[in-house]
């Protein structure tokens, strides 16, 4: 069964000073692997996919992650925290079934001035 | 373009009470998916629709049921309403299937269940 992990509920940072955040998979198969954000009160937005190409993956906003098969980690990261970025972010897996994907519990990012 | 649009934004119910959730996409999106959200627990599927005139049940389809009118609509119904489906729905759209495509969410409806 495909699952996925955020480890940390909350993260906060300074203003300018690099993200991370953090997020575990399990999958039977080679999965196809998401971040999506979601700005309060607002539905989500994807940031990025991973879909067995090149194992870094560049997002909007200046994200990017890394699949790390070998660690099933796809973590999140950003060189320089803007204020705009503070939000919740998800890391998503897929289901095995067409419709279905695996929502993480999401990591809240506070952007601090 | 609007996007995804959800209705209502709000809604109040009483247990037992029925009511109809609305969503209407204008991207000529295939497949649209209804969720929940509730704090702590991510996102989970209730039902999904890969294209017009096909339905089926996701994670948590009890106590819903869904009908896709065409292909910009997709409603969610909750026949008797129960405090547990107190929650914050979204409705999300793509044009294909979600491992190749993006899903576009509207902007949710916060249900309350007393």
């Known amino acids: 069964a495909q699952s996925v992990t955020q480890l940390d509920s909350h993260v906060s940072v300074s203003e300018g000073t690099p993200v991370l955040l953090r997020c575990n998979y399990s999958?039977?198969?080679?999965?196809?692997l998401f971040w999506y954000v979601q700005h309060p009160n607002k539905g989500l937005q994807l940031l990025l996919k991973?879909?067995?190409?090149?194992?870094l993956v560049k997002g909007i906003n200046g994200f990017e992650a890394e699949f790390k098969k070998s660690e099933t980690s796809f973590h999140l990261t950003k060189p320089s925290a803007h204020m705009s970025d503070a939000a919740e972010y998800f890391c998503v897996v897929s289901g095995g079934s067409q419709g279905n994907l695996i929502f993480g519990k999401g990591t809240k990012l506070s952007v601090k001035p | 373009n609007a996007g995804v649009t959800q209705t209502p934004k709000f809604q109040v119910l009483k247990t037992g009470q029925s009511m109809t959730l609305q969503c209407a996409q204008d991207?000529?999106?295939?497949?649209m998916y209804w969720y929940r959200q509730d704090p702590g627990m991510g996102l989970r599927l209730i039902y999904y629709?890969?294209?017009?005139?096909?339905?089926d049940k996701g994670e948590v389809p009890n106590g819903y049921n869904v009908s896709r009118l065409n292909k910009r609509e997709f409603s969610l119904r909750l026949e008797s309403a129960a405090p547990s489906q107190t929650s914050v729905y979204f409705c999300?759209?793509?044009?294909?299937?979600?491992?190749?495509?993006?899903?576009?969410f509207g902007n949710g409806t916060r249900l309350t269940v007393t």
């Open positions: 629709s890969a294209s017009e005139g096909t339905t």
């Open positions: 999958s039977s198969y080679s999965p196809s």
């Open positions: 991207m000529n999106h295939n497949s």
């Open positions: 999300a759209s793509s044009e294909r299937g979600v491992y190749n495509s993006p899903l576009h």
């Open positions: 991973y879909t067995s190409a090149a194992t």
